[in-house]
């Protein structure tokens, strides 16, 4: 790498989109003060992860995964180092520019799914594009499609209550999906499910990957970490080993 593209932040997120990375964090902090005491949560992690992987963060609880994921998906800020997602580097964003990033870049998808109890599956999933300012024809066709996707189009109609945990997590996935995001970051996303309906939506993420997906995965779960490709385990807010499983 040239000193140029080395220190300038256009030339070196011009880079890292030529290569097809879509995260990539240098010397990555965050430290929480609380009283006397510095909680150095992420503790200068470097990461890369190119377009197309299916990749599961773990790490035991406190490690700093979770901090690290709100980091990747812009839902917390740095203390220091730099964060580029698709080249662009987080820092220099404005707070509209985040909210973007967060709305159109990333779907994000939970362990407590996060559902509008009130609204319906269908409702729940044409959301995000209600603030991305699609008409209502372009929502509902493309939040459709999205239920067709995770095989939940008969049951589009049925609100929260009525469907199952499993079929619930469908929604927020088709939910993650509908905007087209570059990443779908899943945090321990089968947290709330039993082994069965969890080994079926692993196999919903392995599917979402093979479509083209670029999948980041939380967990403290060896077992759901192992339906990845690449493994990275986290230890005191550092990469402690990053290896490739498939």
């Known amino acids: 790498m040239s000193t140029a593209v080395a220190t300038d932040p256009k030339?070196?997120?011009?880079?890292?989109k030529q290569q097809g990375i879509v995260i990539r964090t240098y010397d990555l902090k965050k430290t929480y003060v609380m009283g006397d005491q510095v909680i150095n949560a992420v503790n200068?992690?470097?990461?890369?992860?190119?377009?197309?992987?299916?990749?599961?963060?773990?790490?035991?609880?406190?490690?700093?995964?979770?901090?690290?994921?709100?980091?990747?998906?812009?839902?917390?800020?740095?203390?220091?180092g730099d964060y580029y997602i698709n080249g662009s580097l987080v820092s220099t964003m404005s707070d509209d520019e985040l909210a973007r990033i967060r709305n159109k870049e990333i779907g994000f998808v939970?362990?407590?799914?996060?559902l509008l109890p009130r609204a319906t599956a269908l409702h729940n999933v044409e959301l995000p594009l209600i603030y991305a300012g699609f008409t209502q024809a372009q929502r509902l066709e493309r939040a459709k499609q999205c239920l067709e996707q995770?095989?939940?189009?008969?049951?589009?109609?049925?609100?929260?209550?009525e469907l199952s945990g499993g079929q619930q997590q469908r929604v927020a996935i088709a939910r993650a999906l509908v905007n087209n995001p570059s990443i779908l970051l899943a945090d321990e996303p089968t947290g709330n499910l039993d082994s069965t309906t969890s080994v079926e939506i692993m196999a919903l993420f392995e599917r979402?990957?093979?479509?083209?997906?670029?999948?980041?995965?939380?967990?403290?779960?060896?077992?759901?970490?192992?339906?990845?490709?690449?493994?990275?385990?986290?230890?005191d807010g550092k990469v402690e080993k990053d290896e490739k499983i498939k």
């Open 11 to 16: 030339l070196r997120g011009e880079q890292l």
């Open 44 to 80: 200068g992690t470097d990461i890369e992860i190119r377009r197309g992987e299916y990749v599961a963060i773990m790490g035991p609880s406190g490690s700093g995964k979770s901090t690290l994921m709100h980091l990747i998906g812009c839902l917390d800020t740095p203390s220091s």
């Open 110 to 114: 939970f362990q407590s799914f996060n």
């Open 150 to 161: 995770v095989d939940l189009a008969k049951r589009m109609y049925h609100k929260p209550k």
């Open 208 to 235: 979402l990957h093979s479509q083209g997906n670029t999948i980041i995965l939380v967990t403290h779960e060896l077992d759901v970490a192992m339906n990845a490709h690449r493994l990275v385990h986290i230890r």
